[in-house]
């Protein structure tokens, strides 16, 4: 069964503090692993997708990581508006559906 | 140009009544998927369409939900004679196939049930 276990649960750091969050995983074969950023009241907003271990993405003062284990999401400089609940979630080989991690609730303070 | 809609945005209802939740995907996209989120709890996978047929139902938690899809387009998903236990925000996601392309999210219906 596929496992996705995301940490911290929530993280509160100032701005321009940078910082990591870890998404591990056990699966049978991965597909694919997807980062998600979620506001209050809104459905996830799609961030990257990594496919294999050494890939690397980066959007702005995000940089997305992957190795066989696990993902890490690194935050470089935050500023308040980043902050959110980030989701992990990974496709594993024969499946069609996303198995979620529980997330991590970050806030950045001004 | 437009991502996912989903209607209605807040839903009330009471115990024991039926509710239907829709969802419009992106335009050509033709994988759809149903997640649920609830209090507390991370996203939980309900059904998944290919065009109009569901080869993945493994998520439905019993047999009052139900989910249809017409013209590969939008989706309806069903929930008979809710209990409270159903409330919690019912997302629904598009692909442009079923592969390891990325799901796009709609931004949810909240149900809350009386």
């Known amino acids: 069964e596929d496992q996705v276990t995301q940490s911290p649960e929530a993280l509160r750091l100032q701005e321009g503090e940078s910082s990591s969050l870890n998404c591990s995983y056990t699966?049978?074969?991965?597909?694919?692993l997807f980062w998600y950023r979620q506001d209050p009241g809104k459905g996830p907003e799609f961030l990257f997708t990594?496919?294999?271990a050494g890939e690397e993405k980066e959007k702005e003062r995000l940089k997305a990581t992957l190795t066989k284990k696990e993902s890490f999401l690194h935050i470089t400089a935050p500023k308040p508006e980043d902050s959110a609940t980030y989701l992990c979630?990974?496709?594993?080989?024969?499946?069609?559906?996303?198995?979620f991690g529980s997330g991590t609730r970050l806030q950045v303070q001004p | 140009g437009a991502g996912v809609s989903q209607s209605p945005s807040n839903k009330v209802t009471e115990k024991g009544k039926d509710v239907e939740l829709r969802c419009d995907p992106i335009?050509?996209?033709?994988?759809l998927y149903w997640y649920r989120q609830s209090l507390g709890q991370g996203l939980e996978f309900l059904i998944y369409?290919?065009?109009?047929?569901?080869?993945?139902k493994s998520g439905l938690p019993s047999d009052r939900f139900s989910a249809e899809r017409t013209g590969g387009s939008v989706s309806t998903l069903t929930i008979q004679r809710t209990q409270q236990e159903d409330s919690a925000v019912y997302l629904c996601?598009?692909?442009?196939?079923?592969?390891?392309?990325?799901?796009?999210f709609g931004p949810g219906t909240r149900l809350l049930v009386l």
């Open positions: 369409f290919q065009g109009n047929s569901a080869p993945d």
């Open positions: 996601a598009s692909s442009a196939s079923a592969g390891r392309e990325t799901q796009y």
């Open positions: 990594l496919y294999s």
């Open positions: 979630a990974v496709l594993d080989t024969g499946r069609r559906a996303l198995t």
């Open positions: 699966v049978s074969g991965l597909r694919g």
């Open positions: 335009s050509g996209h033709t994988a």
